[in-house]
Protein backbone atom coordinates (compact mmCIF):
# COMPACT_ATOMS: atom_id res chain seq x y z
CA UNK A 1 0.00 0.00 0.00
CA UNK A 2 1.23 3.77 -1.06
CA UNK A 3 0.08 6.73 -0.25
CA UNK A 4 0.31 9.95 -2.19
CA UNK A 5 1.12 13.45 -0.78
CA UNK A 6 2.97 16.84 -2.16
CA UNK A 7 6.58 17.19 -1.19
CA UNK A 8 9.22 20.04 -1.74
CA UNK A 9 12.87 19.64 -0.68
CA UNK A 10 14.82 22.94 -0.33
CA UNK A 11 18.26 22.66 -1.44
CA UNK A 12 21.20 24.74 -2.20
CA UNK A 13 24.68 25.12 -3.41
CA UNK A 14 26.44 26.47 -0.11
CA UNK A 15 25.49 26.79 3.38
CA UNK A 16 24.35 30.41 4.31
CA UNK A 17 21.95 31.09 1.36
CA UNK A 18 18.92 31.05 3.73
CA UNK A 19 17.44 27.45 3.59
CA UNK A 20 16.07 27.36 7.27
CA UNK A 21 14.78 30.96 6.91
CA UNK A 22 12.90 30.16 3.62
CA UNK A 23 11.62 27.18 4.57
CA UNK A 24 10.42 28.56 8.15
CA UNK A 25 8.73 30.85 6.36
CA UNK A 26 7.14 29.06 3.65
CA UNK A 27 5.75 26.59 6.61
CA UNK A 28 4.32 29.33 8.03
CA UNK A 29 2.86 30.97 5.26
CA UNK A 30 1.11 27.58 4.61
CA UNK A 31 0.38 27.20 8.09
CA UNK A 32 -1.55 30.55 7.41
CA UNK A 33 -3.90 28.96 4.90
CA UNK A 34 -5.01 25.75 6.83
CA UNK A 35 -2.83 23.41 5.72
CA UNK A 36 -0.91 21.01 7.89
CA UNK A 37 2.58 21.13 6.61
CA UNK A 38 5.14 18.38 8.05
CA UNK A 39 8.80 19.91 7.86
CA UNK A 40 11.87 17.52 7.96
CA UNK A 41 15.35 18.54 8.67
CA UNK A 42 18.17 16.45 6.25
CA UNK A 43 21.41 16.01 8.66
CA UNK A 44 21.61 15.62 12.44
CA UNK A 45 21.19 19.46 13.28
CA UNK A 46 19.49 19.71 16.33
CA UNK A 47 18.73 23.80 16.34
CA UNK A 48 17.26 24.38 12.57
CA UNK A 49 14.34 21.72 13.35
CA UNK A 50 13.91 23.58 16.63
CA UNK A 51 13.13 26.47 14.61
CA UNK A 52 11.11 25.47 12.14
CA UNK A 53 9.06 23.18 14.21
CA UNK A 54 7.98 26.53 15.98
CA UNK A 55 7.22 27.86 12.43
CA UNK A 56 5.20 24.75 11.11
CA UNK A 57 3.59 23.84 14.71
CA UNK A 58 3.88 20.75 14.18
CA UNK A 59 6.95 18.56 15.66
CA UNK A 60 10.73 18.42 13.18
CA UNK A 61 12.75 15.50 12.88
CA UNK A 62 15.79 14.59 10.90
CA UNK A 63 16.40 12.81 7.92
CA UNK A 64 19.84 11.13 7.03
CA UNK A 65 20.58 7.89 4.93
CA UNK A 66 23.35 6.89 6.90
CA UNK A 67 22.91 8.07 10.75
CA UNK A 68 19.15 7.15 10.90
CA UNK A 69 18.98 4.49 7.77
CA UNK A 70 17.06 4.17 4.66
CA UNK A 71 14.61 2.33 6.17
CA UNK A 72 14.03 4.53 8.89
CA UNK A 73 13.31 7.37 6.73
CA UNK A 74 11.10 5.85 4.51
CA UNK A 75 8.59 4.70 7.50
CA UNK A 76 9.18 8.63 8.64
CA UNK A 77 8.30 9.88 4.84
CA UNK A 78 5.26 7.47 5.12
CA UNK A 79 3.84 8.42 8.41
CA UNK A 80 4.16 11.76 7.31
CA UNK A 81 2.21 11.65 4.01
CA UNK A 82 -0.76 9.95 6.25
CA UNK A 83 -1.57 12.82 7.97
CA UNK A 84 -0.56 15.91 5.93
CA UNK A 85 -1.09 18.48 3.28
CA UNK A 86 2.43 18.80 2.67
CA UNK A 87 5.61 17.55 3.08
CA UNK A 88 9.04 20.21 3.01
CA UNK A 89 12.00 19.20 3.30
CA UNK A 90 15.18 21.52 4.35
CA UNK A 91 18.28 20.14 3.17
CA UNK A 92 21.92 19.99 4.41
CA UNK A 93 24.83 22.69 2.97
CA UNK A 94 25.21 22.37 -0.42
CA UNK A 95 22.70 20.21 -1.98
CA UNK A 96 25.74 17.34 -3.18
CA UNK A 97 27.94 18.11 -0.23
CA UNK A 98 28.54 14.94 2.42
CA UNK A 99 28.03 11.00 1.22
CA UNK A 100 24.75 10.60 1.69
CA UNK A 101 23.83 14.25 0.64
CA UNK A 102 20.60 16.25 0.22
CA UNK A 103 19.84 15.18 -3.01
CA UNK A 104 20.60 11.33 -2.73
CA UNK A 105 18.13 11.72 -0.36
CA UNK A 106 15.95 13.68 -2.75
CA UNK A 107 16.64 11.31 -5.42
CA UNK A 108 15.67 8.11 -3.29
CA UNK A 109 12.74 9.31 -2.62
CA UNK A 110 11.81 10.81 -5.74
CA UNK A 111 11.12 14.38 -3.94
CA UNK A 112 11.37 17.67 -6.29
CA UNK A 113 13.89 20.38 -5.31
CA UNK A 114 13.96 23.96 -5.30
CA UNK A 115 17.16 25.79 -4.85
CA UNK A 116 17.56 28.51 -2.87
CA UNK A 117 20.68 30.84 -3.65
CA UNK A 118 21.66 34.66 -2.29
CA UNK A 119 22.11 36.21 -5.43
CA UNK A 120 23.77 39.08 -4.37
CA UNK A 121 26.76 40.49 -6.31
CA UNK A 122 25.61 38.28 -9.54
CA UNK A 123 23.24 38.12 -12.01
CA UNK A 124 23.04 35.80 -14.78
CA UNK A 125 26.17 33.94 -13.01
CA UNK A 126 23.60 32.98 -10.47
CA UNK A 127 21.28 31.63 -13.00
CA UNK A 128 24.62 29.65 -14.49
CA UNK A 129 25.18 28.06 -10.86
CA UNK A 130 21.42 27.03 -10.60
CA UNK A 131 21.62 25.58 -14.41
CA UNK A 132 24.54 23.57 -13.64
CA UNK A 133 23.27 22.03 -9.90
CA UNK A 134 19.98 21.34 -11.32
CA UNK A 135 21.85 19.33 -14.47
CA UNK A 136 24.85 18.07 -12.13
CA UNK A 137 22.70 14.49 -12.10
CA UNK A 138 19.92 12.96 -14.08
CA UNK A 139 18.27 11.31 -11.09
CA UNK A 140 17.04 14.68 -9.27
CA UNK A 141 14.03 16.72 -10.20
CA UNK A 142 15.23 20.41 -9.74
CA UNK A 143 11.96 22.19 -10.06
CA UNK A 144 12.77 25.84 -9.98
CA UNK A 145 14.97 28.80 -8.27
CA UNK A 146 14.36 31.28 -5.43
CA UNK A 147 16.82 34.04 -5.75
CA UNK A 148 17.08 35.49 -2.03
CA UNK A 149 18.86 39.02 -1.62
CA UNK A 150 18.05 40.11 -4.98
CA UNK A 151 18.26 43.91 -5.24
CA UNK A 152 15.45 45.06 -7.68
CA UNK A 153 13.09 43.88 -10.35
CA UNK A 154 15.71 44.85 -12.71
CA UNK A 155 18.56 41.96 -10.64
CA UNK A 156 15.59 39.35 -10.90
CA UNK A 157 14.85 39.81 -14.61
CA UNK A 158 18.53 39.39 -15.69
CA UNK A 159 18.60 36.05 -13.75
CA UNK A 160 14.82 34.84 -14.83
CA UNK A 161 15.72 35.80 -19.12
CA UNK A 162 19.35 33.38 -18.62
CA UNK A 163 17.59 30.50 -16.88
CA UNK A 164 16.26 27.66 -19.69
CA UNK A 165 12.65 27.43 -19.63
CA UNK A 166 13.37 24.02 -17.60
CA UNK A 167 14.48 25.89 -14.20
CA UNK A 168 12.12 28.86 -13.78
CA UNK A 169 12.56 31.69 -11.38
CA UNK A 170 9.87 31.14 -8.70
CA UNK A 171 10.42 34.00 -6.92
CA UNK A 172 12.70 36.56 -6.23
CA UNK A 173 12.94 37.69 -2.29
CA UNK A 174 13.83 41.51 -1.66
CA UNK A 175 16.56 41.83 0.93
CA UNK A 176 15.74 42.37 4.46
CA UNK A 177 16.97 42.32 8.21
CA UNK A 178 13.20 41.53 9.16
CA UNK A 179 13.46 37.98 8.44
CA UNK A 180 16.69 36.88 9.23
CA UNK A 181 16.63 34.38 11.88
CA UNK A 182 19.52 35.04 15.41
CA UNK A 183 22.43 32.99 15.50
CA UNK A 184 25.32 32.13 17.99
CA UNK A 185 28.43 30.06 17.99
CA UNK A 186 26.92 26.59 16.86
CA UNK A 187 24.12 27.89 14.92
CA UNK A 188 20.82 29.27 15.48
CA UNK A 189 19.62 30.37 18.75
CA UNK A 190 17.29 27.76 20.35
CA UNK A 191 13.43 28.38 19.57
CA UNK A 192 11.94 28.60 23.06
CA UNK A 193 14.60 31.41 24.10
CA UNK A 194 12.86 33.88 21.50
CA UNK A 195 9.81 32.70 20.63
CA UNK A 196 7.90 36.11 21.12
CA UNK A 197 10.49 37.27 18.02
CA UNK A 198 10.56 34.23 15.97
CA UNK A 199 6.94 34.52 15.59
CA UNK A 200 7.67 38.45 14.39
CA UNK A 201 9.94 37.15 12.26
CA UNK A 202 7.72 33.92 11.01
CA UNK A 203 4.84 36.45 10.06
CA UNK A 204 7.32 38.97 8.10
CA UNK A 205 8.76 35.67 6.36
CA UNK A 206 5.43 34.76 5.05
CA UNK A 207 4.44 37.94 4.05
CA UNK A 208 7.83 38.41 2.49
CA UNK A 209 7.10 34.89 -0.11
CA UNK A 210 3.29 36.53 -0.26
CA UNK A 211 5.31 39.77 -1.87
CA UNK A 212 7.27 37.98 -3.98
CA UNK A 213 4.33 35.98 -5.46
CA UNK A 214 5.49 32.73 -4.13
CA UNK A 215 2.31 31.69 -2.82
CA UNK A 216 0.90 31.24 -6.67
CA UNK A 217 4.26 29.44 -8.07
CA UNK A 218 4.52 26.77 -5.40
CA UNK A 219 0.82 25.58 -7.19
CA UNK A 220 0.30 23.13 -9.33
CA UNK A 221 2.51 21.36 -11.10
CA UNK A 222 5.16 21.90 -8.16
CA UNK A 223 3.09 20.51 -5.71
CA UNK A 224 2.25 17.54 -7.81
CA UNK A 225 1.63 14.11 -5.46
CA UNK A 226 4.85 12.11 -4.61
CA UNK A 227 4.42 8.61 -3.82
CA UNK A 228 5.39 7.07 -0.32
CA UNK A 229 5.64 3.54 0.73
CA UNK A 230 5.47 1.81 3.88
CA UNK A 231 8.84 -0.49 5.10
CA UNK A 232 6.80 -4.01 5.38
CA UNK A 233 9.68 -5.57 6.75
CA UNK A 234 9.19 -3.26 9.55
CA UNK A 235 6.38 -5.02 10.76
CA UNK A 236 8.64 -8.14 11.74
CA UNK A 237 10.98 -5.95 13.16
CA UNK A 238 9.38 -5.27 16.96
CA UNK A 239 11.51 -3.98 19.78
CA UNK A 240 11.82 -6.03 22.76
CA UNK A 241 10.71 -3.64 25.90
CA UNK A 242 13.92 -4.22 27.80
CA UNK A 243 13.69 -1.09 29.17
CA UNK A 244 10.31 -1.89 31.18
CA UNK A 245 9.53 -0.41 34.62
CA UNK A 246 12.59 1.62 34.11
CA UNK A 247 12.92 5.35 34.70
CA UNK A 248 15.39 7.19 33.00
CA UNK A 249 15.91 10.92 34.08
CA UNK A 250 16.99 13.94 31.05
CA UNK A 251 18.47 17.21 31.72
CA UNK A 252 16.16 19.63 29.56
CA UNK A 253 16.35 23.08 30.05
CA UNK A 254 18.62 26.21 28.22
CA UNK A 255 21.99 24.90 28.77
CA UNK A 256 20.71 21.11 27.79
CA UNK A 257 18.61 21.15 24.94
CA UNK A 258 20.13 18.97 22.13
CA UNK A 259 17.11 15.62 22.00
CA UNK A 260 16.24 13.77 18.87
CA UNK A 261 12.40 12.90 19.24
CA UNK A 262 13.45 9.70 17.44
CA UNK A 263 15.62 8.99 20.97
CA UNK A 264 12.57 9.50 23.71
CA UNK A 265 10.68 7.49 21.30
CA UNK A 266 13.22 4.81 21.29
CA UNK A 267 12.68 4.62 25.41
CA UNK A 268 9.19 4.49 25.14
CA UNK A 269 9.31 1.53 22.60
CA UNK A 270 11.77 0.05 24.74
CA UNK A 271 9.86 0.17 27.49
CA UNK A 272 10.85 2.86 29.80
CA UNK A 273 9.83 6.01 30.89
CA UNK A 274 11.67 9.58 30.83
CA UNK A 275 11.30 12.40 33.55
CA UNK A 276 12.62 15.79 32.46
CA UNK A 277 14.42 17.81 35.03
CA UNK A 278 16.43 21.44 34.87
CA UNK A 279 19.97 21.16 36.10
CA UNK A 280 19.93 25.07 36.30
CA UNK A 281 16.76 25.56 38.56
CA UNK A 282 15.94 21.91 40.00
CA UNK A 283 17.63 21.37 43.55
CA UNK A 284 17.92 17.84 42.45
CA UNK A 285 17.26 14.84 40.58
CA UNK A 286 14.15 13.26 40.02
CA UNK A 287 13.98 9.60 40.86
CA UNK A 288 15.46 7.72 38.22
CA UNK A 289 17.23 4.45 37.26
CA UNK A 290 19.71 5.36 34.33
CA UNK A 291 20.67 9.42 34.07
CA UNK A 292 20.93 11.19 30.13
CA UNK A 293 22.94 14.50 29.98
CA UNK A 294 22.55 15.53 26.63
CA UNK A 295 24.53 18.32 24.45
CA UNK A 296 23.47 21.85 24.60
CA UNK A 297 24.94 24.85 25.78
CA UNK A 298 26.55 24.66 29.13
CA UNK A 299 29.15 27.32 28.15
CA UNK A 300 26.34 29.38 28.59
CA UNK A 301 25.62 28.80 31.68
CA UNK A 302 27.86 28.23 33.36
CA UNK A 303 28.46 29.90 36.12
CA UNK A 304 24.86 28.85 36.99
CA UNK A 305 25.55 25.65 36.71
CA UNK A 306 28.45 25.34 38.63
CA UNK A 307 26.39 27.61 42.09
CA UNK A 308 23.40 25.07 41.63
CA UNK A 309 25.49 23.19 44.82
CA UNK A 310 22.34 20.80 45.62
CA UNK A 311 22.02 19.61 41.87
CA UNK A 312 25.57 18.92 41.79
CA UNK A 313 25.49 16.73 44.91
CA UNK A 314 22.47 15.22 43.71
CA UNK A 315 24.06 13.74 40.26
CA UNK A 316 27.36 13.08 42.53
CA UNK A 317 25.44 10.72 44.81
CA UNK A 318 23.62 9.07 41.81
CA UNK A 319 26.70 8.15 40.16
CA UNK A 320 28.35 7.04 43.68
CA UNK A 321 25.06 4.80 43.31
CA UNK A 322 26.67 2.88 40.34
CA UNK A 323 23.33 3.62 38.05
CA UNK A 324 23.75 4.23 34.51
CA UNK A 325 24.74 7.89 33.11
CA UNK A 326 24.94 8.61 29.40
CA UNK A 327 26.73 12.40 29.04
CA UNK A 328 26.84 13.46 25.79
CA UNK A 329 28.79 16.49 24.41
CA UNK A 330 27.71 19.52 26.31
CA UNK A 331 26.57 16.49 28.85
CA UNK A 332 30.48 15.81 28.46
CA UNK A 333 31.67 18.93 29.42
CA UNK A 334 29.55 18.91 32.29
CA UNK A 335 30.80 16.02 33.80
CA UNK A 336 34.47 17.28 34.01
CA UNK A 337 36.24 19.01 36.58
CA UNK A 338 35.75 22.73 35.42
CA UNK A 339 34.79 24.25 32.55
CA UNK A 340 36.09 27.75 30.90
CA UNK A 341 33.44 29.53 29.42
CA UNK A 342 33.51 32.36 26.11
CA UNK A 343 34.59 34.94 28.24
CA UNK A 344 37.48 32.71 29.95
CA UNK A 345 36.34 32.43 33.30
CA UNK A 346 36.30 28.85 34.95
CA UNK A 347 33.86 27.54 36.57
CA UNK A 348 34.03 23.90 38.77
CA UNK A 349 31.23 21.29 36.91
CA UNK A 350 30.49 17.81 38.50
CA UNK A 351 33.66 16.45 38.49
CA UNK A 352 32.66 12.83 37.50
CA UNK A 353 35.10 12.59 35.82
CA UNK A 354 39.13 13.86 35.47
CA UNK A 355 39.47 16.96 33.25
CA UNK A 356 38.68 20.55 31.93
CA UNK A 357 36.50 21.80 29.32
CA UNK A 358 36.97 25.08 27.62
CA UNK A 359 35.34 27.19 24.22
CA UNK A 360 37.55 27.58 21.27
CA UNK A 361 36.37 30.33 19.70
CA UNK A 362 35.47 29.26 16.23
CA UNK A 363 37.35 26.54 16.01
CA UNK A 364 35.44 23.40 16.41
CA UNK A 365 34.89 19.81 15.05
CA UNK A 366 32.28 18.30 13.40
CA UNK A 367 31.33 14.98 11.28
CA UNK A 368 29.54 11.74 11.18
CA UNK A 369 30.61 9.11 13.44
CA UNK A 370 30.02 5.59 14.79
CA UNK A 371 30.42 4.96 18.81
CA UNK A 372 32.58 1.76 19.07
CA UNK A 373 30.97 1.07 22.17
CA UNK A 374 31.31 -2.84 24.42
CA UNK A 375 27.71 -2.66 24.00
CA UNK A 376 27.79 -2.51 20.03
CA UNK A 377 28.16 0.18 17.72
CA UNK A 378 26.04 2.89 17.87
CA UNK A 379 25.84 5.93 15.25
CA UNK A 380 25.93 9.13 15.50
CA UNK A 381 27.46 12.63 15.40
CA UNK A 382 29.69 15.28 16.30
CA UNK A 383 29.15 19.23 16.31
CA UNK A 384 30.96 21.59 19.08
CA UNK A 385 33.79 24.43 19.66
CA UNK A 386 35.38 23.55 22.77
CA UNK A 387 37.95 21.35 23.84
CA UNK A 388 39.09 18.61 27.22
CA UNK A 389 42.38 18.31 28.87
CA UNK A 390 43.63 16.28 31.27
CA UNK A 391 41.17 13.33 30.50
CA UNK A 392 41.80 9.29 31.02
CA UNK A 393 42.36 7.33 28.90
CA UNK A 394 39.26 6.63 26.11
CA UNK A 395 37.89 3.34 26.32
CA UNK A 396 37.54 3.50 22.72
CA UNK A 397 36.95 6.27 20.22
CA UNK A 398 34.51 7.61 17.18
CA UNK A 399 34.85 5.72 14.26
CA UNK A 400 34.79 8.72 10.77
CA UNK A 401 32.13 7.98 8.34
CA UNK A 402 34.51 8.38 5.59
CA UNK A 403 38.30 9.29 7.24
CA UNK A 404 40.72 6.43 9.25
CA UNK A 405 42.16 8.78 11.84
CA UNK A 406 40.61 8.45 15.33
CA UNK A 407 37.14 10.12 15.97
CA UNK A 408 35.77 11.32 19.41
CA UNK A 409 37.43 9.67 22.51
CA UNK A 410 34.86 7.59 24.61
CA UNK A 411 35.04 7.54 28.30
CA UNK A 412 34.12 5.66 30.55
CA UNK A 413 33.92 6.32 34.41
CA UNK A 414 32.25 3.82 36.49
CA UNK A 415 29.02 3.40 34.85
CA UNK A 416 29.50 6.74 33.46
CA UNK A 417 29.85 6.65 29.99
CA UNK A 418 30.62 10.29 28.32
CA UNK A 419 31.79 11.67 25.04
CA UNK A 420 31.70 14.37 22.32
CA UNK A 421 29.71 12.33 20.06
CA UNK A 422 25.76 12.73 20.03
CA UNK A 423 23.91 9.33 20.07
CA UNK A 424 21.75 8.55 17.36
CA UNK A 425 19.56 5.50 19.77
CA UNK A 426 17.45 4.25 16.42
CA UNK A 427 20.01 2.85 15.04
CA UNK A 428 21.28 0.37 17.96
CA UNK A 429 18.18 -0.32 20.32
CA UNK A 430 19.86 -2.89 21.76
CA UNK A 431 22.95 -1.25 22.46
CA UNK A 432 21.19 1.61 23.88
CA UNK A 433 19.17 -0.63 26.11
CA UNK A 434 22.21 -2.23 27.65
CA UNK A 435 23.87 1.20 28.10
CA UNK A 436 21.29 2.37 30.03
CA UNK A 437 20.64 -1.09 31.88
CA UNK A 438 24.04 -2.95 31.66
CA UNK A 439 24.00 -6.59 32.51
CA UNK A 440 27.02 -7.56 34.86
CA UNK A 441 28.75 -9.73 31.66
CA UNK A 442 28.65 -6.22 29.44
CA UNK A 443 29.73 -4.43 31.93
CA UNK A 444 32.69 -6.06 33.32
CA UNK A 445 34.26 -6.47 30.10
CA UNK A 446 33.79 -3.17 28.95
CA UNK A 447 37.01 -1.97 30.67
CA UNK A 448 38.60 -4.75 28.64
CA UNK A 449 37.22 -4.64 25.24
CA UNK A 450 37.07 -0.72 25.05
CA UNK A 451 40.77 0.05 25.93
CA UNK A 452 41.59 -2.82 23.47
CA UNK A 453 39.74 -0.78 20.60
CA UNK A 454 41.08 2.82 21.54
CA UNK A 455 44.76 1.54 21.37
CA UNK A 456 43.85 -0.26 18.23
CA UNK A 457 42.87 3.43 16.67
CA UNK A 458 46.11 5.19 18.24
CA UNK A 459 48.14 2.30 16.35
CA UNK A 460 46.88 2.85 13.58
CA UNK A 461 44.35 -0.25 13.01
CA UNK A 462 40.59 0.19 11.87
CA UNK A 463 38.64 -1.08 14.37
CA UNK A 464 34.84 -1.80 13.58
Known sequence: MSVTCPALFIAAPASGQGKTTITAALARMLVRQGKRVQVFKCGPDYLDPQILSQASKQGVEQLDLWMAGEDY??????????????ILIEGVMGMFDGEPSSADLAARFNI?????????GMAQTASAIATGLANFRDDINVVGLIANNCGSERHAQLIRDSLPTSLPLLASLERTPMVALPERHLGLVQAEEIIEELESRFNAGADWLERAGLEEMIKQPLLSPVEFYPVEKLKNNI????????????????????????????????????????????PHLPSADALWLPGGYPELHAEKLSTNHSMKLSIQQFHQSKKPVLAECGGYLYTLETLTDLDNKQH?????????????????CQGMQTAALPEGNIRGHAHHRSRSVNTPEPIAY????????????????????????????????????QLLCPSKEVSNASAEIGITKAKNIEEGHYVS
Open 348 to 364: SMLGLIQGEGAMRGKRG
Open 73 to 86: CQQMLFDAALQSDL
Open 239 to 282: IQPSLKNKTIAIARDKAFSFIYDANLRLLKQLGAQYVFFSPLND
Open 398 to 433: GIRQRHSAPGEAIYREGTLTATYLHLFFPSNPAAIA
Open 112 to 120: PMIIIMDVK
